[in-house]
């Protein structure tokens, strides 16, 4: 079972539009981050949420972390080919605890 | 800011043949270093949470004689996958982080991964 589901799985869009990438768990996380993967690379961290409704924008991305922090959102502006990647949501269940758990993962592909 | 090295970062092997992967922290000392597998178009799965001078806890399902992991320094921890199989072929990354604790305050830095596959 994943503890986090994320949502599109896969995400092919124009160069230009918008989109959201939804993180969603039934469990309660004491903080998540979000990542970006290349083919071949490590994930690299784009941001981490700690607090319930908190909203952090990166340039173009905005990520919002649920009220109850059972959620999370990253929403990509005016998407750009280089923002092609594949995006993880991870969690820490606990303050105590440095383990994360990674989403399923979004894999997205923006053409120009 | 951060680099953690990983090595080799491709390796080709028959199978039966032991594979030592290295993770070194470059420019901090590591207190905490995590293995990680990921199946092609999939997530990342924790293995493994290496400590310094201590021996690895593993998840449940990973079998720890069939992945030897060594942390024997702050600065370096190695996976050893034994007697390899091409089910054992896969994407293999580590992270580290500087200290124990909370995520948010002591992010984990990953590796750019070794693609292990065997024959």
């Known amino acids: 079972t994943q503890l986090l589901e994320q949502s599109p799985q896969f995400l092919s869009i124009q160069e230009g539009e918008n989109l959201t990438v939804y993180c969603n768990s039934s469990s309660v996380f004491s903080s998540l981050q979000w990542y970006r993967q290349e083919p071949g690379e490590g994930p690299v961290l784009l941001v981490t949420v700690v607090t319930g409704g908190e909203v952090k924008k990166l340039k173009r991305l905005t990520f919002q972390f649920g009220d109850a922090r059972k959620d999370s959102s990253l929403h990509i502006t005016a998407a750009q080919p280089g923002d092609t990647g594949l995006y993880l949501c991870a969690g820490a269940r606990s303050y105590n605890t440095d383990k994360l758990i990674f989403g399923t993962g979004t894999r997205l592909q923006v053409f120009p | 800011g951060a680099v953690v090295s990983q090595h080799p970062s491709w390796v080709i092997c028959k199978s039966g043949t032991s594979v030592k992967i290295e993770c070194r922290s470059l420019d901090f000392q590591a207190t905490t270093m995590f293995w990680y597998r990921q199946f092609p178009k999939q997530s990342l799965m924790l293995m493994a949470t290496?400590?310094?001078?201590?021996?690895?806890?593993?998840e449940q399902g990973v079998e720890k004689d069939k992945f030897l992991i060594n942390h024997a320094s702050l600065t370096l921890s190695t996976l050893t996958v034994t007697s390899a199989h091409p089910e054992d072929s896969s994407f293999y990354i580590c992270?580290?982080?500087?200290?124990?604790?909370?995520?948010?305050?002591?992010?984990?830095?990953f590796g750019d991964g070794t693609r292990l596959s065997i024959l």
């Open positions: 290496s400590n310094e001078g201590s021996k690895a806890t593993y």
């Open positions: 992270s580290a982080e500087a200290g124990g604790g909370r995520v948010s305050n002591q992010p984990q830095h």
